[in-house]
């Protein structure tokens, strides 16, 4: 007993100093580990948990989406995803001049307002606030508090007294240097791209006077308005737009700015048919840009008597004596852009010198897409931009934290852009060409992306204009590597598709990327070069796709579908165009319901078919079965 109670003794002794030398191992393990000269091991730890825990690492950003208006995610909403926009050269002639009217305004307002504009993409811009002649204390304050802010692009300009909201804008244009002049209200607000899409547009469009986006109305109303300068003759019974716009300096000169006599409001109206009188007319570009900050009713008419019902009749009659020709003609210009067939690519420098060319913190891609719609081929660009804008990547000794990239698209075709805000919500930095540029403009704009963003790299995705530009880009704006990624041939258009493409441009081309061997072998039998071509598997989130029982009963439950393990559900997530073939399906389901199978089929998805699918579907009686989402 003696011996054995030795044993236990010595025993335990040796386990205590066992476990004391394993907290002393941790001990110094951690304090070395913590220590930034000693990282590779922590390194290929945050690799390996980047890959292993990728999805919940993703960082989630929201944006306005004017399906669904959320209207508190304003351009100023701290988690809007966010881009660089900073300029290599502090010391610049303006290009752009942002006049800033201020008569006793909402010191935060202006904040806020001055907050969206620092947050635009262009930003070789000055700001020049001209205030009316406050009295308030606290606005005067906070003219003084933007003064001390010591921002060389901003300057604050005084009346001795209150003139007027024309005379304001009036002596904005005329303390400006910029040649474009855009007007932005002291509590309104701007999306990013705002100033950089309205300068181009009117680069672009030599005819055109002036330009705007659509608006979101927030505050005291809120309402989202798609209505621009094609309204055309809509514009002689009432003003459909806000003042929020860039005007051409030469166009007002010419009709000499703002009437100085209307002290009552509706000075942007009178501006508006004053240039229509004169033969000069504006194109509004489809996208949300400004945020018209509305108050009370009864606060809007005591400041603008113009408001009032009864003014605006009065209002509108003097208009109509103003500006007789208009009313009277009624020949609105109209400006169209011609996408089809051959043009001539205008590489003539639409700056002189270089122009917004932004400093870079972190790797960029530029992408260039045909447009923003539901499908196949548009869930995987919006995961790959997911991927590189959410995670953390590049873990080097010199970069223990690694990076996100940052990523700019350009879609070149005139398709729908159903899926727009889904890629906002990735990147601010989204310019769809057609919106706001000539189809001749395509080529010189997209080399101004790359000398302003400077990318790594440029992807070329099923763009056919993507594809045709390479050699171009590869000419006029050398540098980043370009790329290309292929889904699937199409025997039947272009002898291939745009696989058939990626054959004919790989000497101008880094890398070719496939979703398949099949594809690989099938360019390689076109005569591409095997070795540059590699092949990177769509594959899918097991995630976001995996089968959850409580969403399969909400699901189920939502579309009166019967919580039945014997009742399938058909699910056609696709595009509905040819190359989907929805008519297959279609005919699959008859023969289904004929069958009287228990099934559900569910359409997923939005296309050229649309209105056939919907009519086969009433056609063939097969609403029991068949339910088309869009």
Not at 123 to 146: H, P, R, Y
Not at 268 to 285: P, R, T
Not at 473 to 494: A, Q, T, Y
Not at 553 to 576: G, K, Q, T
Request: hydrophobic fraction near 35%.
């Amino acid at each position: 007993k003696k011996y054995r109670g030795g044993i236990r003794r010595y025993y335990f002794r040796g386990l205590l100093l066992i476990l004391l030398f394993t907290l002393l191992t941790l001990y110094w393990y951690f304090k070395m580990t913590s220590n930034k000269g000693f990282n590779m091991h922590s390194e290929l730890c945050g690799n390996l948990m980047n890959t292993l825990n990728e999805q919940p690492r993703l960082k989630t950003f929201l944006t306005f989406d004017p399906r669904t208006p959320n209207y508190t995610l304003t351009p100023i909403y701290p988690y809007r995803p966010k881009f660089t926009y900073k300029l290599h050269n502090q010391h610049f002639q303006p290009v752009v001049s942002i006049v800033i009217p201020f008569y006793n305004g909402d010191r935060d307002y202006l904040m806020e307002t001055l907050s969206s504009v620092f947050l635009q993409s262009f930003q070789q811009f000055e700001v020049l606030i001209v205030n009316d002649g406050s009295t308030e204390e606290k606005s005067v304050l906070a003219l003084k508090e933007v003064e001390k802010m010591k921002d060389p692009r901003i300057t604050v300009h005084h009346h001795s007294q209150n003139k007027g909201l024309s005379a304001v804008r009036n002596t904005g244009m005329e303390k400006s240097q910029g040649e474009f002049i855009f007007y932005l209200d002291s509590d309104d607000m701007i999306e990013p791209t705002t100033i950089e899409k309205s300068l181009w547009l009117l680069q672009s469009y030599s005819e055109v006077g002036f330009t705007k986006g659509y608006t979101v109305g927030f505050g005291d109303q809120e309402y989202v308005w798609p209505v621009g300068f094609d309204a055309n003759e809509r514009f002689l019974s009432e003003n459909l737009v806000t003042a929020t716009s860039m005007i051409r300096r030469s166009v007002l000169n010419a009709v000499g700015g703002f009437d100085v006599k209307n002290l009552d409001g509706m000075e942007d109206w009178d501006f508006w048919l004053k240039c229509a009188d004169k033969g000069i007319w504006g194109k509004s570009i489809p996208e949300y840009f400004d945020w018209y900050r509305r108050r009370p009713k009864a606060e809007e008419e005591k400041n603008w008597k113009n408001f009032k019902s009864d003014k605006h009749t009065h209002f509108q009659r003097k208009l109509k004596t103003k500006y007789p020709k208009i009313f009277t003609q009624r020949n609105f210009p109209s400006f169209e852009n011609n996408l089809e067939g051959t043009f001539f690519v205008n590489n003539t420098p639409i700056f002189s010198g270089q122009v917004n060319s932004l400093v870079k913190y972190k790797p960029r891609l530029l992408m260039i897409l045909p447009w923003l719609s539901m499908g196949g081929a548009d869930k995987f660009n919006l995961n790959l931009i997911k991927q590189l804008t959410g995670r953390k990547w590049g873990f080097t000794k010199s970069n223990p934290n690694g990076f996100e990239w940052e990523v700019t698209i350009a879609t070149t075709g005139n398709s729908e852009i159903s899926w727009f805000d889904e890629f906002l919500r990735l990147t601010p930095d989204i310019f769809v060409l057609p919106n706001f540029l000539q189809h001749n403009d395509f080529p010189r704009f997209l080399c101004y992306l790359v000398e302003s963003r400077h990318p790594d790299l440029i992807l070329v995705s099923n763009s056919e204009l993507g594809y045709q530009l390479i050699p171009y880009l590869r000419s006029f704006c050398p540098g980043p590597k370009i790329i290309d990624f292929n889904h699937m041939e199409e025997v039947n258009w272009k002898g291939g598709g745009y696989p058939r493409y990626s054959v004919a441009m790989q000497n101008f081309l880094d890398l070719n990327i496939v979703a398949s061997n099949h594809l690989k072998e099938w360019m390689t039998s076109k005569g591409a070069d095997i070795k540059r071509v590699h092949v990177s598997p769509v594959n899918v989130d097991p995630i976001e796709f995996n089968r959850d029982s409580e969403a399969r009963a909400l699901v189920r439950s939502e579309y009166n579908i019967p919580n039945d393990e014997n009742h399938m559900v058909v699910l056609f997530a696709a595009r509905l165009d040819q190359q989907k073939q929805p008519k297959v399906m279609l005919n699959v389901f008859k023969y289904l319901a004929a069958k009287n199978l228990k099934f559900t089929g569910l359409i997923v998805g939005d296309g050229v078919l649309r209105r056939e699918v919907d009519d086969f579907v009433t056609e063939f009686q097969l609403e029991k079965f068949v339910q088309v989402l869009g």
